[in-house]
Nanobody, 122 residues
Framework: QVQLAESGGGLVQAGGSLRLSCTASGRTLENYPMGWFRQTIGNEREFVAVINWSGDSTIYADSVKGRFTISRGNAKNAVSLQMNSLRPEDTAVYYC???????????????WGQGTQVTVST
C-alpha cells in the first residue's frame, strides 16, 4: 500500500498561483496514473487532472484547462499540480490519488491523500 501526502495549499488572491505537490511513501508512483481531484463541503469530489504513468499524456477538466498543469517531474515518488490564474471557484480541498487508469472517474483511484486546502479570495 502507498501513503500519499499533499502539500502546497494555502490562501491566495484571485489571479495568483499555487503549486501543489503529492509525495508517496511505501511504494513508488512511477508505474501508475496519478490524478488530482477537489471537493467542497456538500459537493461530490470533482476531477481536476490526471497524468499517465509515463508522463506523456494528461487530461484536464474543462474548468481548469489552460490554467493548471499536472506533471510528474524527475522524482519517481512525486506529482505536482501548478495552478495559475486562480479563481474563487477553485477554492476546495485538493486530493491526489493513485489510479489504475488515466481517467476522470474517482472510483478508478484506490489510494488517496488527506487533502490540502486551497482558498482563493476575491
Amino acid at each position: 500500500q502507498v501513503q500519499l501526502a499533499e502539500s502546497g495549499g494555502g490562501l491566495v488572491q484571485a489571479g495568483g498561483s499555487l503549486r501543489l505537490s503529492c509525495t508517496a511513501s511505501g511504494r513508488t508512483l512511477e508505474n501508475y496514473p496519478m490524478g488530482w481531484f477537489r471537493q467542497t463541503i456538500g459537493n461530490e469530489r470533482e476531477f481536476v487532472a490526471v497524468i499517465n504513468w509515463s508522463g506523456d499524456s494528461t487530461i484536464y477538466a474543462d474548468s481548469v484547462k489552460g490554467r493548471f498543469t499536472i506533471s510528474r517531474g524527475n522524482a519517481k515518488n512525486a506529482v505536482s499540480l501548478q495552478m495559475n490564474s486562480l479563481r474563487p471557484e477553485d477554492t476546495a480541498v485538493y486530493y491526489c490519488a493513485r489510479g489504475s487508469q488515466a481517467t476522470n472517474l474517482w472510483n478508478e483511484y484506490s489510494d488517496w491523500g488527506q487533502g490540502t486546502q486551497v482558498t482563493v479570495s476575491t
